[in-house]
Nanobody, 121 residues
């Protein structure tokens, strides 16, 4: 079994900063990509940022220059540093890992439980 456990999030004022963490554990053979998505009620979950095992990153246009994704491969942990936060960043943020479980060949997606980020104006 594989688990993704998120931490961080909370309430912050406009212009403030937060850090989200997500640790993957369990019978993991290899993690291909780790990333963060967010969702607000009534809308589809959208990609925020993703990072490969080699460190290549991709960001949504709306967060470029403000958010930074990083990864500690030894700890199977991904981080998201959220800076210059805006009210429109308010959402539930979900961690994602695209990984191969031990004894399996095909990678699958796993999700964290979600962390609420609220930015007040």
């Amino acid at each position: 079994q594989v688990q993704l456990v998120e931490s961080g999030g909370g309430l912050v004022q406009t212009g403030g900063s937060l850090r989200l963490s997500c640790a993957a554990s369990g019978s993991i053979s290899s993690i291909l990509t780790m990333g963060w998505y967010r969702q607000v009620p009534g809308k589809q979950r959208e990609l925020v940022a993703v990072i490969t095992s080699g460190g290549s990153t991709n960001y949504a246009d709306s967060v470029k220059g403000r958010f930074t994704i990083s990864r500690d491969n030894a700890k199977n942990t991904v981080y998201l540093h959220l800076n210059s936060l805006k009210p429109e960043d308010t959402a539930v943020y979900y961690c994602n890992a695209h990984l191969v479980q031990m004894l399996f060949l095909v990678p699958k997606d796993y999700w964290g439980q979600g962390a609420q980020v609220t930015v007040s104006s």
